[in-house]
């Protein structure tokens, strides 16, 4: 954030605060406090803007003990006036969390995001059930969404991708050419003064262009070019938040290029809402949906009210998550067990210092 702005207010609004963060505080917060937003996460510091610009934060264990209460990209905290050290950390709008290839617990991508720009290419690279999946992601964590269709230039036949989103209609749909500047004043329009925006999509779509074109030259000088000057040393700070010259605030992070989906049973069922209404309809509570007698999927198939390969990609993607979710799971019993037995061995450290007293 600039420095030279004098206007506390207006630097708070523009890092995304609005009331339901402002309600969160009580009286006394209001005096001693002042609510900063994470730009950057490092191992243990935190990089802030507030409305006297940019500090780094220590963060020391014992207030954000739990993974999901430590602080993410885009959370707001609460930092003493006095100490400038973190008091809590405010409830978030929206959360993404990730399961990583292999890993045993979720992690935390990023909060308070506004607004997720589903990005895809007018080309072979275009891929509704990605799209689906990404879309249960944005749902589970509670922002909104709009597709982006890039490399329209590259394309003659743009009808053919706006027919494949038809299912998404409630979704504002953008055609842009992400090399031509002219083509992303729509866009721009996503990411307001006080927006905070994030991309999803996959490899090789557009992603990087489209948020160089949006925050401009400050984005492009900070991407990895210069990793490693003529010293060797890094040159460049790892920061994921990028305020938008005029407007709002980007999101560029590794984590939301490689989502697996976590415990997002919620966002799956709203974004398969139409096989969900169809299965109540079935014969059978327990209906697998294949070639069971009485059953609405694939009546619905075979009349062409339903994409197979949507049922194909909404088992898939439930598979998914039901294999996650056992993965959490077990990783949050090994934790409770591990934990009781800790309590147990400091009982009867105690106990035993009590009797040899
Ligand atoms: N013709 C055309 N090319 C584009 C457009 N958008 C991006 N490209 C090109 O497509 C290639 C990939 O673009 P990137 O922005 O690097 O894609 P990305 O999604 O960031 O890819 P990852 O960094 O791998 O996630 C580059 O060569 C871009 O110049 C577009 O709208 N039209
Ligand atoms: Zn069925």
Redesign the pocket.
């Known amino acids: 954030m600039q420095e030279n702005n004098t206007n506390g207010a207006s630097t708070l609004r523009q890092l995304g605060w609005i009331p339901f963060f402002q309600q969160q505080l009580s009286l006394d917060e209001w005096s001693d406090c002042q609510p900063v937003r994470v730009m950057a996460v490092h191992r243990s510091q935190l990089d802030v803007a507030g409305e006297h610009g940019e500090e780094p934060v220590l963060v020391s264990g014992a207030l954000f003990e739990d993974a999901l209460e430590k602080p993410t990209v885009g959370d707001w905290l609460l930092l003493d006036r006095q100490s400038r050290r973190p008091v809590r950390r405010l409830e978030r709008s929206s959360l993404f969390r990730r399961m990583a290839p292999g890993a045993r617990q979720a992690q935390l991508i990023a909060a308070n995001i506004d607004n997720v720009l589903i ?1 895809s ?1 007018c080309n072979h690279d275009f891929n509704l059930s990605r799209i689906e999946r990404y879309l249960a992601l944005v749902r589970e964590a509670g922002c909104r969404a709009c597709l982006v269709l ?5 394309s003659d036949d743009h009808e053919q991708y706006i027919q494949a989103l038809k299912k998404h209609r409630d979704l504002p749909l953008l055609l ?5 500047p002219a083509t992303l004043q729509p866009l721009r329009d996503y990411c307001r003064s006080g927006e905070t925006v994030a991309l999803l ?11 160089n074109s949006l925050a401009g030259s400050e984005l492009a000088a900070t991407s990895g070019i210069r990793e490693d000057d003529s010293k060797g040393r890094h040159t460049t700070r790892h920061r994921a938040l990028y305020p938008i010259p005029d407007g709002g605030l980007l999101l560029d992070s590794p984590g939301m ?1 490689e989502l697996g989906l976590a415990d997002v049973s919620e966002g799956l069922a709203a974004e398969f809402a139409d096989i969900g209404k169809l299965a109540a309809a079935c014969r059978f509570s327990d209906c697998a949906h294949e070639s069971e007698p009485g059953c609405a999927v694939q009546a619905a198939i075979e009349s062409g009210e339903l994409d197979e390969r949507r049922l194909r990609n909404w088992q898939k993607l439930e598979r998914e998550v039901a294999r996650n979710s056992k993965t959490l799971a077990e990783t949050r019993a090994d934790d409770r067990a591990f934990s009781q037995f800790v309590r147990k061995v400091v009982q009867e450290q105690a106990r035993s210092r009590k009797g040899g007293e």
């Open positions: 990005v290419s890039t490399k329209a230039d590259l842009v050419n992400g090399l031509d999509g996959s490899s090789g779509v557009g992603k990087s262009t489209l948020l290029r």
